[in-house]
Every structure is written in structure tokens, then in C-alpha cells.
């Protein structure tokens, strides 16, 4: 356990470095009356030549020869990145809040806060590189740095309990999927339907533009249509994206869900979409989306339910069931469902959350805490026409706490990831999903796939593995399809023959590793400890 700490305090402080820690000349470790300090060149020479110099020594060999190794892996690499993205994030509400947490434990001297050398240091090393090295940020912070080890092995222990609580809870989830699937009615499984192919519905994709003159909102809408000459109603999905997601982000889901009978509408949030995205990044714009999505989010999801209840019967034949809706929410998205299905904002929750925890374990603390920025007034933006919500690594814990999340009874299907470090699963997903009083919920976790594909660098270099983006993309689509589909045909369609592809017995013979998955619909008891 010892030698974990160590390994994990090296780890971590050459993370904070690279995420931006530099110093000119040395770095000061202080713990109370005493400290020491190291050379930025000892810590150099050591990433490019494996060779320990006296002063690193201390440090350095009481890791073991492939904790040494990862170090030093740790500091050589890099990655690639758009000098103005970092500039643009480091100024942004979410990034200056980062940045001021992690100043907090990496110093200048006389333990002031390192916010403005980190961000100093960050962008002209990106500028210089157009890349983020650890031995470079140390070597453009403008002065020497001060480690306040002491808050430093604080964080580390409560990283070090989550990460061993999260390895825990994972292999529980997947030991009471095995015993749910041994308890289940025997059902053939060779004769279900593989539903990773096409249904039987041809679709069509179309683009609209509607304009919410109350709120001067113009809503650029996709909207994926099954194709029958019969006179049939398909109940529609409504899909809500993540902060800056393109709309056509889940394409290969939506054209998935037509081929089987539903209308798909993948609407652009403008306060958070890409286009949001890619004017804030040109400096139209502080923040990266607008608080008040919040609840304008919501709002355009209503919206576009009406305008499709008015078109219905002239442009689309009557085929759209707008009392049956569902609602497929990922990251900010998963806010948006929980929204609709009855959650309200919980501000005293909210507040007292932003500023007593440690939003470093849990960076969606920084985008939720930005619903603080809205007037303080109940919101109430439930639409009743939604009747099933597929939540894909949702952050909501702390916007709606127990009071606002509790309020949610629709089904809900919950889709987590293990190694998410975006909204994690022991501190986030996991006490928001038991909150829920729901009758019927699924909790599906993955292993080895990231929150977003533009994560995966990342999460390779703080694993050490190689994950292939095609393999891993391709078992993380084939996951989702079959999760949501049969999800929303039973709880949407009321079509009880895919109740067989929410079995734990199914589930079982779907998952594949090193890509585990389980499904749960309650949490064991240790997930609360």
C-alpha cells in the first residue's frame, strides 16, 4: 500500500505538472518544517535517459523498476493539441476554476496560489509546441515551484480510495450480473434476433430549420424517418447532445433506431452545440456554452415537440406518435432528459456541493456548478409526452441532488463507463442513479471506454494501454444500439419481446472483453459506502 501511494503521489505530481506544473529551475516539496527540492534538468534527464541523478534518488527508488518506467513514460509524453483550444479553455469559466483548484496544490513561492504561472506556463509551452509535454510546462513556469505535498497526498488518498472503490464496485456489478443471469428463466438465446443489424425499415434523413420566436432561438433539427407506405405512427426519440457534439455525433444510432419503426430527432442546442464551439473558440465568446442552457435546453426539446405536433398531419403524414417520446441524453444531455422527465434544479444542493468538494474528482462539478450563474428561481420543465429516458454518462448528481432527482419516475436506462473521468462513476454516476425512485431502471457499465473519443489519448497514457479507437468504437456502438433499442421498443413501443435483450443472460453473451459489460437494476450495498 505504501509503495502505491508513492507510485500514485509520483504519478500525480507529474500529472499536475503536465496538466500544466513547470518550473524555471526546481521544484520544492513542503510538508510542514520540511522539504526538499529537485531540479527541472534531474527530472529531464531522467525522462530522456532513464538515469536517476543523486537528488532523485530518494524519490525514485522506492518505486519498483516498472513503477519507475511509467514515470518516466509519464513525463516524455505527448500530446498534440490547438494552441488556441488551450488558450481559449484556460480563460473560460471551467478552465479558470481548474486550473485555480489544482494552483491550489501547485504553488509559487511563499504558497500562494500557481493559478496564473500554471496558465502561464501552459499556454506558451502549447504555443511553443503546439503540444503538452510535462518537462516543457515545467521549464516555462516563470518561477520555482512549490508542491504542497501535504494537500497533494491528501488528494492522492482520496484518488487513490476512489479508483479502489471503482475497481470494487465494477467487479460486483459484474458478479451480480452473472448471478441475475444464472437466476433468470432459461430463454434460447441462439434464437433471438441479432439486433446489431438493420431492421427491417428502410429511412430517410432530412434537415429542418425552426426558428422559437419567444426566445429568438433558431433550432437546426436532423430528423431520421422510417420509410413505409403503410398508415403507421412511429413513437419518436429526441436525442439531446454533449457540450459542442456535432449533430450527427450518434448518426449510426439514429439511422439504427428508424430501420426498427422509431422517428429520430437530433436537434442542435445553440448555446452548446459545435457551432457554439467553434465561435468560442475564435473569441466570440468567454464560455464554451451559455449557462442559461440549463433551461433552455429543456425548452427546445418542448418546442420542438410542438412544431412537430403542427407539421404532423400536413408534411409528415401523420406517421409522428408525439404522446409516446423518448429521450436519448448524453453527458449535458443526460441534464436535459432528467429535465424533462420531472428532475428540478436543486441550487442550496448545488451550492453547498461547489464549495465544499473536490471538483478535481469529479470534473463535472465545474460544468454543473455553472447552473449557479442562472436566476435562482424554481424550474419546473417536465413535458409528459416523454415517457422513457436513455441516459449516456449524465451529469446530474449535484444540479438536482436527492430532492430534484427523486422526482423522476419514468424508465430509465443509465449507460456508464468505469474509467470515465468526466463524470466518474463512484462520485457522480453511481449516488445519482440510486437516487432515482423510478420502478424500472438499468444501470449499464463498460469497461475501457472513454466519456468521448477525444479523451482517448488520455485515458492511454494514464492506463498504459494500447486501445484501438476502430475495435473499441465499433463494441462501444454495437453496446449502445442494442441497449437503446431494446430499451425504448419496451418501454416506448411496448413491444415485450426485446424484454429478453435486457436480461442479464443476453448481456452476458454481448459483453466482450477487455470491453466488459454489465447491467444491474439496483446498486449493491458497498456502492453507497
Given at each position: 500500500m505504501r509503495r502505491l501511494r508513492f507510485l500514485l503521489l509520483a504519478i500525480f505530481t507529474t500529472l499536475l505538472i503536465v496538466l500544466p506544473v513547470s518550473a524555471a529551475d526546481r521544484i520544492l516539496f513542503n510538508y510542514g518544517p520540511l522539504g526538499f527540492s529537485i531540479s527541472v534538468e534531474a527530472l529531464a534527464t531522467f525522462a530522456q535517459e532513464g538515469r536517476i541523478e543523486k537528488e532523485l534518488a530518494f524519490f525514485l527508488n522506492r518505486l519498483s523498476p516498472q513503477q519507475q518506467e511509467r514515470v518516466q513514460n509519464f513525463l516524455r509524453s505527448r500530446y498534440q493539441v490547438n494552441p488556441m483550444v488551450i488558450y481559449r479553455l484556460s480563460h473560460s469559466a471551467v478552465g479558470e476554476g481548474l486550473l485555480k483548484d489544482v494552483g491550489e496544490?501547485?504553488?509559487?513561492?511563499?504558497?500562494?496560489?500557481?493559478?496564473?504561472?500554471?496558465?502561464g506556463a501552459l499556454i506558451q509551452a502549447v504555443l511553443e509546441s503546439k503540444s503538452i509535454n510535462a518537462i516543457d510546462l515545467?521549464?516555462?513556469?516563470?518561477?520555482?515551484?512549490?508542491?504542497?505535498?501535504?494537500?497533494i497526498m491528501g488528494f492522492?488518498?482520496?484518488?487513490?480510495?476512489?479508483?479502489?472503490?471503482?475497481?470494487?464496485?465494477?467487479?460486483?456489478?459484474?458478479?451480480?450480473?452473472?448471478?441475475?443471469?444464472?437466476?433468470?428463466?432459461?430463454?434460447?438465446?441462439?434464437?433471438?434476433?441479432?439486433?446489431?443489424?438493420?431492421?427491417?425499415?428502410?429511412?430517410?434523413?432530412?434537415?429542418?430549420?425552426?426558428?422559437?420566436?419567444?426566445?429568438?432561438?433558431?433550432?437546426?433539427?436532423?430528423?431520421y424517418l422510417p420509410e413505409t407506405s403503410q398508415q403507421k405512427?412511429?413513437?419518436?426519440?429526441v436525442v439531446s447532445n454533449g457540450i459542442g457534439a456535432k449533430r450527427d455525433r450518434f448518426d449510426d444510432l439514429a439511422y439504427h433506431l428508424a430501420s426498427y419503426g422509431f422517428a429520430?430527432?437530433?436537434?442542435?442546442?445553440?448555446?452548446?452545440?459545435?457551432?457554439?464551439?467553434r465561435e468560442f473558440y475564435k473569441g466570440l465568446y468567454k464560455d464554451n456554452f451559455d449557462a442559461m442552457e440549463f433551461r433552455d435546453r429543456p425548452l427546445d426539446v418542448t418546442f420542438l415537440l410542438n412544431e412537430l405536433q403542427k407539421r404532423n398531419q400536413s408534411e409528415y403524414q401523420d406517421r409522428l406518435n408525439l404522446q409516446q417520446v423518448g429521450l436519448f441524453g448524453y453527458s449535458f444531455g443526460g441534464a436535459t432528459a432528467l429535465s424533462l422527465a420531472g428532475a428540478e434544479l436543486n441550487f442550496e444542493q448545488l451550492e453547498r456541493d461547489c464549495n465544499s468538494q473536490t471538483r478535481l474528482l469529479n470534473i463535472s462539478l465545474y460544468y454543473q456548478c455553472r447552473a449557479l450563474e442562472i436566476p435562482k428561481q424554481p424550474l419546473n420543465l417536465q413535458d409528459s409526452r416523454i415517457k422513457a429516458i436513455y441516459l449516456f454518462v449524465p451529469f446530474s448528481k449535484s444540479l438536482f441532488g436527492q430532492a430534484g432527482m427523486s422526482r423522476v419516475t419514468t424508465p430509465v436506462m443509465w449507460q456508464a463507463a468505469a474509467e470515465d473521468i468526466i463524470t466518474p462513476l463512484v462520485s457522480e454516476q453511481m449516488p445519482a442513479f440510486d437516487e432515482l425512485v423510478a420502478a424500472d431502471k438499468y444501470l449499464s457499465v463498460s469497461t475501457g471506454l472513454p466519456h468521448a473519443w477525444v479523451l482517448l489519448p488520455l485515458m492511454q497514457g494514464l492506463t498504459n494501454q494500447e486501445i484501438s479507437k476502430e475495435e473499441a468504437a465499433a463494441i462501444a456502438r454495437d453496446y449502445q444500439n442494442?441497449?437503446?433499442?431494446?430499451?425504448?421498443?419496451?418501454?416506448?413501443?411496448?413491444?415485450?419481446?426485446?424484454r429478453s435483450y435486457l436480461q442479464a443472460s443476453y448481456i452476458k453473451t454481448l459483453s466482450q472483453a477487455p470491453y466488459n459489460l454489465s447491467l444491474v437494476q439496483s446498486l449493491p450495498s458497498l456502492a453507497s459506502q
Open positions: 496544490l501547485i504553488n509559487i513561492p511563499k504558497n500562494q496560489n500557481g493559478f496564473y504561472g500554471l496558465r515545467m521549464r516555462k513556469f516563470p518561477t520555482d515551484i512549490e508542491l504542497n505535498t501535504e494537500n492522492v488518498r482520496e484518488m487513490s480510495t476512489m479508483v479502489d472503490k471503482t475497481k470494487t464496485l465494477v467487479a460486483e456489478l459484474d458478479r451480480m450480473t452473472s448471478e441475475q443471469a444464472k437466476s433468470e428463466s432459461s430463454i434460447d438465446l441462439k434464437q433471438l434476433r441479432d439486433i446489431r443489424t438493420p431492421g427491417q425499415f428502410n429511412s430517410s434523413r432530412q434537415t429542418v430549420e425552426l426558428y422559437d420566436s419567444q426566445r429568438e432561438r433558431e433550432l437546426i433539427v436532423d430528423l405512427q412511429f413513437p419518436i426519440i429520430v430527432a437530433i436537434p442542435d442546442h445553440p448555446g452548446s452545440s459545435s457551432q457554439r464551439q442494442i441497449l437503446a433499442l431494446s430499451f425504448f421498443k419496451v418501454y416506448l413501443d411496448g413491444d415485450e419481446q426485446y
